[in-house]
């Protein structure tokens, strides 16, 4: 009932877009029991990622352009590869202990995805491991 009342100026607001040559990332949503929503804008031939988890998982949903994620095991040499694209929307299990990327595959189109991971993002215990894949 309370949304009912806002004034003009509160029903729309900006997010923070962080932003840099390699494109932005923005948190949506947070929950405080299932997790949080953002999207990830990578720019043509970017690459971004490069690390793994311990207890956080994600799903990589492309909803916009042409990429690759790619995943590989902690102490493994076998990388597993999926090619996606906003013509063919699907979820890709990001999966823990598993350092991965995703590739954007244009060389004219931004890649767009969205990201759902199973916790909120915490700075204090940030459970993000530079690897690569």
Same mark, same amino acid.
């Given at each position: 009932?309370?949304?009912?009342?806002?004034?003009?100026?509160?029903?729309?607001?900006?997010?923070?877009?962080?932003?840099?040559? !390699?494109?932005? *990332?923005? @948190?949506?949503?947070?929950?405080?029991?299932?997790?949080?929503?953002?999207?990830?804008?990578?720019?043509?031939?970017?690459?971004?990622?490069?690390? $793994?988890?311990?207890?956080?998982?994600?799903?990589?949903?492309?909803?916009?352009?042409?990429?690759?994620?790619? @995943? !590989?095991?902690?102490?493994?040499?076998?990388?597993?590869? *999926?090619?996606?694209?906003?013509? !063919?929307?699907?979820?890709?299990?990001?999966?823990?202990?598993?350092?991965?990327?995703?590739?954007?595959?244009?060389?004219?189109?931004?890649?767009?995805?969205?990201? $759902?991971?199973?916790?909120?993002?915490?700075?204090? !215990?940030?459970?993000?491991? *530079?690897?690569?894949?």
């Amino acid at each position: 009932m309370y949304l009912s009342y806002l004034p003009k100026e509160k029903v729309a607001f900006d997010l923070k877009m962080n932003s840099d040559d !390699r494109g932005s *990332f923005t @948190e949506l949503l947070k929950t405080a029991d299932c997790g949080q929503f953002s999207v990830n804008i990578s720019k043509p031939g970017i690459t971004k990622g490069q690390h $793994w988890h311990n207890s956080k998982w994600e799903f990589f949903i492309v909803v916009s352009g042409h990429g690759l994620i790619q @995943e !590989r095991k902690i102490g493994s040499d076998e990388v597993l590869e *999926f090619e996606a694209s906003g013509e !063919r929307i699907q979820a890709i299990h990001m999966l823990p202990g598993y350092t991965h990327n995703i590739i954007n595959l244009s060389e004219t189109e931004n890649l767009v995805t969205v990201m $759902w991971a199973n916790e909120i993002f915490d700075p204090q !215990r940030p459970d993000t491991f *530079f690897e690569q894949v």
